[in-house]
């Protein structure tokens, strides 16, 4: 029996002349609901993914005083790593909107993997950042394709997806500080290596992914049509240049804290190591649920009002930070966390929708940028505090939410769209 044509938003993400992943899975799916093992799956490797990266940023005092580092060379490695992520991502979506490669994703775990095992006997500086490069080579393979199997998975309900899948990565990020404080601190650089059999569960996981996702791969040959209601292309550029902004205000200031925090309270509070991974485990735990609810809102609610809140509601709480005592930055570091991580799959989906026909390049850009401003960020931030001091730097990126003023030049979107 013939069925109505509809136009679904899988159709409108199908890129031009490209092999994607749309049509047999994506329209059952949308039937269905979304395919929960997958996302469970792709969430949890996102989690094992982003608990090995933020672990680098979480032996930072370990490196510094072995190898007696400054702050701009502690903010180097952080550029080393955000330097291969940040630029291979779009290069990476770009190559996989034109031809899908279904075990990408395991074979991008491996450079973790060495990375990593690298990482635990490098004795000199510049073994350090070769590491560090690797663990970003892996991250450039994962994100732009898992954000797209995530998507394929949806269901139709694409922030919720976004959502599972960015929980993962919060998730993990958060961890980082958590398990460097009870393994890395006690027992010292040699047992990162022990984290590489989490790269290798990781492997098996994507591994399975890949067997699912290959039999979605279809091969498309007609451009996508575009909803008549949708923005012209000029004020697609204007809120492609507009989500960048916020992403720059929400990624550098989420640097800021994950970079150099454990040191601020060290050298303002005279907390121990130790106890500073914990209060930094307590921001990014709060980034993580943040995350998770911050799509399932823009679902409900719209994108555009949840960036409105997630940025510009997190300003009042970042200029109160730099005068709170030890108790108070906690409770503000988790508040600022839950609120500013809200934006991540709002700000991701609502640029898959502007620009449907290239999802893997446009992903891999905003995946990107916001590993290049944290990596840039990291540095130049490093560079600050060594002439400044960290107290600060603190007062000066508490202005960067007010950049999400700037939402107000967002369109609305169509609803057939979203």
Known sequence: MNKPVIVSEETLAAPVVVSDVTPPAAKTAAATGPVY???????????LNDTMQSLIASVYPILKENYALDFA?????????????????????????????????????????????????????????????????????????????????????????????????????????????????????????????????????????????????TTRKTPPPS??????????????????ALLFSKQLYVSSLSSYYIFYLIEKFQVSTQQAQLYLFLFLAANAAGAFFGGSLGDRFGRKYVLWFSILGALPFTLALPYAGLLGSAVLTVLIGLIISSATSSIIVFAQELVPHRFGMISGVFFGFAFGIGGVGAAVLGRVADHTGLEFVYHVCAFLPAIGLLAVFLPKMPKAAR
């Open 73 to 217: 060379q502690i903010g180097m490695i952080t550029l080393a790593f955000q330097f291969t992520a940040s630029l291979l991502q779009p290069v990476i979506g770009h190559f996989t909107d034109r031809k899908a490669q279904p075990f990408s994703l395991a074979i991008g775990m491996g450079f973790t993997f060495f990375g990593l095992l690298l990482l635990s006997v490098a004795q000199q500086y510049p073994v350090i950042l070769i590491a560090a490069a690797l663990v970003g080579l892996g991250s450039a393979v994962f994100h732009p394709e898992s954000a797209r199997i995530a998507r394929l998975a949806s269901g139709g309900r694409y922030g919720f997806a976004q959502s599972v899948f960015q929980l993962g990565g919060s998730f993990g990020t958060s961890m980082g500080p958590l398990l460097a404080a009870l393994i890395v601190v006690p027992f010292g650089q040699p047992s990162i290596a022990w984290f590489s059999s989490i790269a290798f569960l990781a492997i098996i996981i994507l591994w399975r992914i890949g067997l699912w996702y290959r039999p979605q791969i």
């Open 227 to 244: 909803h008549p209601d949708a923005p012209s292309s000029r004020r697609v550029k204007i809120a492609l240049m507009v989500l960048v």
């Open 37 to 47: 093992v997958v996302l469970v799956g792709i969430s949890l490797s996102h989690f």
